[in-house]
Protein backbone atom coordinates (compact mmCIF):
# COMPACT_ATOMS: atom_id res chain seq x y z
CA UNK A 1 0.00 0.00 0.00
CA UNK A 2 1.10 3.37 -0.65
CA UNK A 3 1.91 5.70 2.77
CA UNK A 4 0.08 8.84 2.69
CA UNK A 5 -0.47 11.74 4.86
CA UNK A 6 -3.69 13.78 6.14
CA UNK A 7 -3.27 17.23 6.93
CA UNK A 8 -6.59 18.87 8.99
CA UNK A 9 -7.08 22.67 7.01
CA UNK A 10 -10.19 22.91 9.46
CA UNK A 11 -11.16 21.22 12.76
CA UNK A 12 -12.24 17.51 12.19
CA UNK A 13 -15.31 15.44 14.06
CA UNK A 14 -16.34 11.91 13.42
CA UNK A 15 -18.19 10.80 16.04
CA UNK A 16 -18.36 7.92 18.49
CA UNK A 17 -21.55 8.33 19.52
CA UNK A 18 -20.60 9.01 22.94
CA UNK A 19 -21.80 11.93 24.51
CA UNK A 20 -20.74 13.32 28.42
CA UNK A 21 -22.89 15.26 30.39
CA UNK A 22 -21.67 18.08 32.33
CA UNK A 23 -20.78 18.28 36.05
CA UNK A 24 -20.03 14.87 36.70
CA UNK A 25 -19.46 13.00 32.88
CA UNK A 26 -16.90 15.90 32.35
CA UNK A 27 -15.86 18.49 34.38
CA UNK A 28 -15.08 22.35 33.39
CA UNK A 29 -11.57 23.97 34.03
CA UNK A 30 -10.86 27.65 32.70
CA UNK A 31 -8.75 26.05 30.29
CA UNK A 32 -10.51 23.04 29.12
CA UNK A 33 -13.03 19.87 29.78
CA UNK A 34 -12.00 17.02 31.08
CA UNK A 35 -13.90 13.71 30.38
CA UNK A 36 -13.77 11.82 33.70
CA UNK A 37 -11.68 8.84 34.61
CA UNK A 38 -13.15 7.16 37.19
CA UNK A 39 -10.55 5.33 38.92
CA UNK A 40 -8.52 8.74 39.26
CA UNK A 41 -11.76 10.12 40.57
CA UNK A 42 -12.47 7.00 42.88
CA UNK A 43 -8.63 7.81 44.26
CA UNK A 44 -9.21 10.97 45.21
CA UNK A 45 -13.11 10.20 46.73
CA UNK A 46 -12.45 6.80 48.38
CA UNK A 47 -14.15 3.94 48.20
CA UNK A 48 -16.09 4.76 51.49
CA UNK A 49 -17.10 7.56 49.52
CA UNK A 50 -18.74 6.40 46.79
CA UNK A 51 -22.53 7.20 48.39
CA UNK A 52 -21.52 10.56 48.22
CA UNK A 53 -20.33 10.35 44.31
CA UNK A 54 -23.64 8.59 43.43
CA UNK A 55 -26.08 11.46 45.10
CA UNK A 56 -23.94 14.07 43.19
CA UNK A 57 -24.75 12.05 39.79
CA UNK A 58 -28.50 11.49 40.87
CA UNK A 59 -28.80 15.07 42.14
CA UNK A 60 -26.92 16.16 38.66
CA UNK A 61 -24.64 18.04 40.87
CA UNK A 62 -21.18 19.36 39.87
CA UNK A 63 -18.83 16.64 40.77
CA UNK A 64 -15.79 19.18 40.64
CA UNK A 65 -16.90 21.10 43.86
CA UNK A 66 -17.07 17.98 45.85
CA UNK A 67 -13.55 17.29 44.36
CA UNK A 68 -11.74 20.48 45.18
CA UNK A 69 -13.03 20.03 48.48
CA UNK A 70 -10.97 16.83 48.63
CA UNK A 71 -7.94 18.00 47.05
CA UNK A 72 -7.81 21.78 46.43
CA UNK A 73 -6.20 22.75 43.77
CA UNK A 74 -7.08 19.49 42.02
CA UNK A 75 -5.65 19.75 37.84
CA UNK A 76 -7.34 18.50 35.08
CA UNK A 77 -4.45 15.73 34.80
CA UNK A 78 -5.34 14.09 38.28
CA UNK A 79 -9.30 13.23 37.10
CA UNK A 80 -9.19 12.92 33.20
CA UNK A 81 -8.98 10.22 30.67
CA UNK A 82 -9.30 12.77 27.82
CA UNK A 83 -8.61 16.56 27.94
CA UNK A 84 -9.98 19.37 25.19
CA UNK A 85 -8.75 22.77 25.24
CA UNK A 86 -11.63 25.19 24.68
CA UNK A 87 -11.35 26.24 20.46
CA UNK A 88 -13.00 29.58 21.97
CA UNK A 89 -15.29 30.41 24.68
CA UNK A 90 -16.60 27.68 27.44
CA UNK A 91 -18.52 24.62 27.29
CA UNK A 92 -22.23 26.37 27.98
CA UNK A 93 -22.72 22.90 30.16
CA UNK A 94 -23.84 21.67 26.86
CA UNK A 95 -23.13 17.59 26.39
CA UNK A 96 -20.13 16.92 25.22
CA UNK A 97 -20.00 14.70 21.66
CA UNK A 98 -16.69 12.64 21.53
CA UNK A 99 -15.09 11.46 19.27
CA UNK A 100 -13.90 8.53 17.67
CA UNK A 101 -10.87 6.80 18.82
CA UNK A 102 -8.87 3.48 19.24
CA UNK A 103 -8.86 1.43 22.45
CA UNK A 104 -5.99 3.48 23.47
CA UNK A 105 -8.04 6.26 23.43
CA UNK A 106 -6.11 7.95 20.02
CA UNK A 107 -8.77 9.59 17.79
CA UNK A 108 -9.10 7.80 14.58
CA UNK A 109 -10.46 9.20 11.43
CA UNK A 110 -11.50 5.66 10.02
CA UNK A 111 -10.39 5.13 6.40
CA UNK A 112 -14.28 4.05 5.37
CA UNK A 113 -14.47 7.78 5.72
CA UNK A 114 -11.60 8.72 3.75
CA UNK A 115 -13.00 6.40 1.29
CA UNK A 116 -16.24 7.80 1.66
CA UNK A 117 -14.83 11.29 0.32
CA UNK A 118 -13.06 9.45 -2.86
CA UNK A 119 -16.25 7.65 -3.75
CA UNK A 120 -18.39 10.60 -3.77
CA UNK A 121 -15.83 12.30 -6.13
CA UNK A 122 -15.29 8.97 -8.37
CA UNK A 123 -19.10 8.53 -8.80
CA UNK A 124 -19.22 12.58 -9.76
CA UNK A 125 -16.80 11.95 -12.13
CA UNK A 126 -18.71 9.06 -13.91
CA UNK A 127 -21.75 11.25 -13.97
CA UNK A 128 -20.37 14.05 -15.89
CA UNK A 129 -18.56 12.13 -18.46
CA UNK A 130 -22.05 9.93 -19.44
CA UNK A 131 -24.71 13.16 -18.26
CA UNK A 132 -26.96 11.72 -21.24
CA UNK A 133 -27.07 8.19 -19.50
CA UNK A 134 -27.41 9.67 -16.27
CA UNK A 135 -29.93 11.60 -16.98
CA UNK A 136 -32.11 9.01 -18.38
CA UNK A 137 -31.82 7.01 -15.06
CA UNK A 138 -34.43 6.81 -13.01
CA UNK A 139 -34.14 9.04 -9.43
CA UNK A 140 -37.91 8.45 -7.39
CA UNK A 141 -38.52 5.07 -6.36
CA UNK A 142 -42.19 4.29 -7.29
CA UNK A 143 -43.11 5.67 -4.02
CA UNK A 144 -42.24 9.12 -5.13
CA UNK A 145 -39.16 9.54 -2.81
CA UNK A 146 -35.68 10.36 -3.81
CA UNK A 147 -33.42 7.28 -4.95
CA UNK A 148 -30.06 7.20 -6.32
CA UNK A 149 -29.44 3.60 -6.12
CA UNK A 150 -29.72 3.25 -9.90
CA UNK A 151 -27.56 5.59 -10.35
CA UNK A 152 -25.54 3.84 -8.12
CA UNK A 153 -26.06 0.58 -9.53
CA UNK A 154 -25.66 2.09 -13.74
CA UNK A 155 -22.00 4.05 -12.69
CA UNK A 156 -20.30 2.42 -9.70
CA UNK A 157 -21.55 -1.65 -10.07
CA UNK A 158 -24.53 -3.49 -10.00
CA UNK A 159 -23.72 -5.34 -6.78
CA UNK A 160 -20.92 -5.61 -4.47
CA UNK A 161 -18.82 -7.83 -6.64
CA UNK A 162 -19.16 -5.69 -9.23
CA UNK A 163 -18.32 -2.46 -7.60
CA UNK A 164 -15.37 -0.59 -8.61
CA UNK A 165 -14.43 0.66 -4.98
CA UNK A 166 -13.73 -2.93 -3.92
CA UNK A 167 -10.43 -2.38 -5.56
CA UNK A 168 -9.62 0.92 -3.49
CA UNK A 169 -7.90 0.00 0.12
CA UNK A 170 -7.58 2.92 2.42
CA UNK A 171 -6.23 2.39 6.30
CA UNK A 172 -7.11 4.27 9.55
CA UNK A 173 -5.64 7.16 10.51
CA UNK A 174 -4.88 7.85 13.75
CA UNK A 175 -3.92 11.51 15.17
CA UNK A 176 -1.78 11.20 18.21
CA UNK A 177 -2.86 14.88 19.33
CA UNK A 178 -4.57 16.81 21.76
CA UNK A 179 -7.83 17.94 20.66
CA UNK A 180 -9.94 20.84 21.62
CA UNK A 181 -13.82 21.50 22.41
CA UNK A 182 -15.23 23.42 20.30
CA UNK A 183 -18.80 24.72 20.17
CA UNK A 184 -20.79 24.31 16.76
CA UNK A 185 -24.34 26.15 15.71
CA UNK A 186 -26.56 25.76 12.59
CA UNK A 187 -26.46 28.51 10.17
CA UNK A 188 -30.16 28.43 8.97
CA UNK A 189 -32.25 30.11 6.76
CA UNK A 190 -35.59 31.31 8.22
CA UNK A 191 -38.14 33.65 6.55
CA UNK A 192 -35.96 36.70 7.13
CA UNK A 193 -32.98 35.27 5.97
CA UNK A 194 -29.67 33.63 6.88
CA UNK A 195 -29.18 33.40 10.90
CA UNK A 196 -27.10 31.50 13.58
CA UNK A 197 -29.69 29.51 15.46
CA UNK A 198 -27.54 29.46 18.59
CA UNK A 199 -30.61 27.94 20.82
CA UNK A 200 -29.32 24.49 18.93
CA UNK A 201 -25.47 24.94 19.20
CA UNK A 202 -23.70 21.64 20.19
CA UNK A 203 -20.36 20.78 21.76
CA UNK A 204 -18.12 18.60 19.95
CA UNK A 205 -14.59 17.14 20.57
CA UNK A 206 -12.25 17.94 17.29
CA UNK A 207 -9.08 17.24 16.00
CA UNK A 208 -7.53 21.29 15.50
CA UNK A 209 -6.55 22.41 12.39
CA UNK A 210 -2.80 21.77 11.03
CA UNK A 211 -2.90 18.71 12.35
CA UNK A 212 -1.56 15.78 10.58
CA UNK A 213 -1.45 11.82 10.94
CA UNK A 214 -0.23 9.01 8.05
CA UNK A 215 -2.39 6.11 6.97
CA UNK A 216 -2.36 4.15 3.64
CA UNK A 217 -4.08 3.97 0.21
CA UNK A 218 -3.66 1.57 -2.49
CA UNK A 219 -5.37 -0.18 -5.24
CA UNK A 220 -5.56 -4.04 -5.42
CA UNK A 221 -4.23 -4.13 -8.28
CA UNK A 222 -3.70 -7.84 -9.51
CA UNK A 223 -7.58 -8.28 -8.31
CA UNK A 224 -8.74 -5.46 -10.15
CA UNK A 225 -6.74 -6.41 -13.14
CA UNK A 226 -8.16 -9.95 -13.09
CA UNK A 227 -11.70 -9.06 -13.01
CA UNK A 228 -10.99 -6.32 -15.47
CA UNK A 229 -9.68 -8.96 -18.10
CA UNK A 230 -12.66 -11.31 -17.05
CA UNK A 231 -15.31 -8.43 -17.90
CA UNK A 232 -16.70 -8.36 -13.75
CA UNK A 233 -16.07 -4.49 -13.92
CA UNK A 234 -15.35 -2.48 -17.32
CA UNK A 235 -13.70 1.27 -15.49
CA UNK A 236 -10.16 0.94 -17.42
CA UNK A 237 -8.39 3.72 -15.58
CA UNK A 238 -8.47 3.09 -11.75
CA UNK A 239 -5.48 4.82 -10.38
CA UNK A 240 -4.93 6.49 -7.00
CA UNK A 241 -3.38 9.65 -9.34
CA UNK A 242 -6.83 9.40 -10.90
CA UNK A 243 -8.49 9.30 -8.27
CA UNK A 244 -7.32 12.87 -6.15
CA UNK A 245 -8.06 14.55 -9.67
CA UNK A 246 -10.95 13.61 -9.79
CA UNK A 247 -10.99 14.93 -5.77
CA UNK A 248 -9.21 18.29 -6.64
CA UNK A 249 -12.30 18.45 -9.58
CA UNK A 250 -14.81 17.62 -7.41
CA UNK A 251 -13.75 19.85 -4.38
CA UNK A 252 -13.08 22.79 -6.85
CA UNK A 253 -17.00 22.48 -7.99
CA UNK A 254 -18.19 22.66 -4.60
CA UNK A 255 -16.41 24.95 -3.41
CA UNK A 256 -16.47 27.44 -5.98
CA UNK A 257 -20.25 27.01 -6.33
CA UNK A 258 -20.62 27.56 -2.27
CA UNK A 259 -18.24 30.81 -2.64
CA UNK A 260 -20.43 32.93 -5.11
CA UNK A 261 -23.21 31.92 -3.84
CA UNK A 262 -22.18 33.17 -0.56
CA UNK A 263 -20.67 36.07 -2.18
CA UNK A 264 -24.16 36.91 -4.04
CA UNK A 265 -25.13 40.30 -2.46
CA UNK A 266 -28.85 39.35 -3.03
CA UNK A 267 -28.13 36.58 -0.08
CA UNK A 268 -29.78 38.38 2.90
CA UNK A 269 -27.66 37.66 6.21
CA UNK A 270 -29.68 38.63 9.70
CA UNK A 271 -27.57 40.56 12.56
CA UNK A 272 -25.39 39.10 14.06
CA UNK A 273 -24.66 36.31 12.00
CA UNK A 274 -22.80 38.73 9.44
CA UNK A 275 -19.55 37.93 11.00
CA UNK A 276 -19.32 34.41 10.77
CA UNK A 277 -21.04 34.44 7.63
CA UNK A 278 -17.68 36.66 6.41
CA UNK A 279 -14.90 34.80 8.02
CA UNK A 280 -16.81 31.25 6.55
CA UNK A 281 -16.45 33.02 3.04
CA UNK A 282 -13.29 33.85 3.62
CA UNK A 283 -12.29 30.55 4.54
CA UNK A 284 -13.87 29.15 1.54
CA UNK A 285 -12.25 31.41 -0.95
CA UNK A 286 -8.69 29.99 1.27
CA UNK A 287 -10.06 26.69 0.70
CA UNK A 288 -10.44 27.23 -2.93
CA UNK A 289 -6.34 28.67 -3.16
CA UNK A 290 -5.10 25.46 -1.55
CA UNK A 291 -6.90 23.05 -3.29
CA UNK A 292 -5.65 24.93 -6.49
CA UNK A 293 -2.34 24.96 -5.17
CA UNK A 294 -2.14 20.51 -4.40
CA UNK A 295 0.38 18.88 -6.66
CA UNK A 296 -1.01 15.91 -8.80
CA UNK A 297 -0.24 13.42 -5.49
CA UNK A 298 -2.70 15.84 -3.66
CA UNK A 299 -5.53 16.67 -2.76
CA UNK A 300 -8.11 18.96 -0.70
CA UNK A 301 -11.40 16.58 0.39
CA UNK A 302 -14.22 17.19 3.06
CA UNK A 303 -14.87 14.68 5.87
CA UNK A 304 -16.86 13.83 9.02
CA UNK A 305 -19.82 16.26 11.00
CA UNK A 306 -20.54 19.31 9.74
CA UNK A 307 -19.52 18.32 5.61
CA UNK A 308 -23.35 19.00 4.70
CA UNK A 309 -25.79 17.53 2.03
CA UNK A 310 -23.13 19.40 -1.18
CA UNK A 311 -20.19 17.29 0.34
CA UNK A 312 -21.75 14.21 1.26
CA UNK A 313 -23.49 13.62 -2.42
CA UNK A 314 -21.10 16.03 -4.31
CA UNK A 315 -24.74 17.70 -5.15
CA UNK A 316 -25.09 16.00 -8.47
CA UNK A 317 -29.30 16.73 -8.21
CA UNK A 318 -28.74 20.22 -8.55
CA UNK A 319 -26.38 19.83 -12.39
CA UNK A 320 -28.96 21.40 -15.33
CA UNK A 321 -27.00 18.70 -16.93
CA UNK A 322 -28.00 15.40 -14.69
CA UNK A 323 -31.26 16.70 -13.87
CA UNK A 324 -34.23 18.70 -15.40
CA UNK A 325 -35.29 21.45 -13.39
CA UNK A 326 -38.84 19.55 -12.47
CA UNK A 327 -37.36 16.91 -11.40
CA UNK A 328 -35.03 18.12 -9.23
CA UNK A 329 -38.32 20.47 -7.85
CA UNK A 330 -39.81 16.52 -7.13
CA UNK A 331 -36.88 15.46 -5.58
CA UNK A 332 -35.98 18.31 -3.11
CA UNK A 333 -39.76 17.94 -2.30
CA UNK A 334 -39.31 14.18 -0.87
CA UNK A 335 -36.01 15.01 1.02
CA UNK A 336 -37.46 17.87 2.93
CA UNK A 337 -39.12 17.17 6.41
CA UNK A 338 -41.78 20.03 5.27
CA UNK A 339 -43.15 22.55 3.09
CA UNK A 340 -41.27 25.09 2.01
CA UNK A 341 -42.09 28.30 -0.42
CA UNK A 342 -40.25 28.67 -3.53
CA UNK A 343 -37.58 30.54 -3.15
CA UNK A 344 -36.18 28.49 0.03
CA UNK A 345 -32.54 27.40 -0.71
CA UNK A 346 -31.73 23.49 -0.26
CA UNK A 347 -30.32 22.35 1.97
CA UNK A 348 -31.00 25.88 4.31
CA UNK A 349 -28.88 24.99 7.19
CA UNK A 350 -24.52 24.78 7.41
CA UNK A 351 -22.95 23.70 10.44
CA UNK A 352 -20.03 25.81 11.37
CA UNK A 353 -18.26 26.54 14.02
CA UNK A 354 -18.95 29.55 16.17
CA UNK A 355 -16.78 32.03 14.66
CA UNK A 356 -18.10 30.72 11.03
CA UNK A 357 -15.05 28.33 10.51
CA UNK A 358 -16.66 25.36 8.43
CA UNK A 359 -15.49 21.59 9.84
CA UNK A 360 -13.68 18.79 8.06
CA UNK A 361 -11.69 20.27 5.56
CA UNK A 362 -8.13 17.61 4.90
CA UNK A 363 -5.75 17.79 2.62
CA UNK A 364 -4.26 13.84 1.76
CA UNK A 365 -0.29 13.97 0.05
CA UNK A 366 0.44 10.32 -1.01
CA UNK A 367 3.78 8.94 -1.85
CA UNK A 368 3.13 7.88 -5.73
Known amino acids: MAHAEIKTLTPLHVGSGTTYKSGFEYLSFPKGLAVVDLEKVLDIIGPENIDKWMAIIENKQNLLKYLTTRRPGLKPEEVSKIFASFRMGGDEGKDFKGLLRTGMDVPLLPGSSIKGSLRTAFFMDRLFKNPVAAKRVGKIDRRGRYADGDLMRNFMGKDPNTDIFRFVQVGDAHFEVETQAAMTFPFNYRYDGWNQELRLKQLVEVI ?25 ITFKDLSIKGL ?11 LVSEYDYWNDPDVEVVGAAQK ?3 HYLDMINELIEQNEACAPNQAV ?3 GFGSGWKFMTGNWIADTDLVEDEEY ?4 GTMRRKSYSEGVPYPKTRNLLNDGTPLGFVKI ?3 L
Open 301 to 303: MRI
Open 276 to 278: PKD
Open 244 to 254: LKMVRANTSDL
Open 329 to 332: GKMV
Open 365 to 367: SVN
Open 208 to 232: PQGKSASFELSIAQAAYEANLQRGI
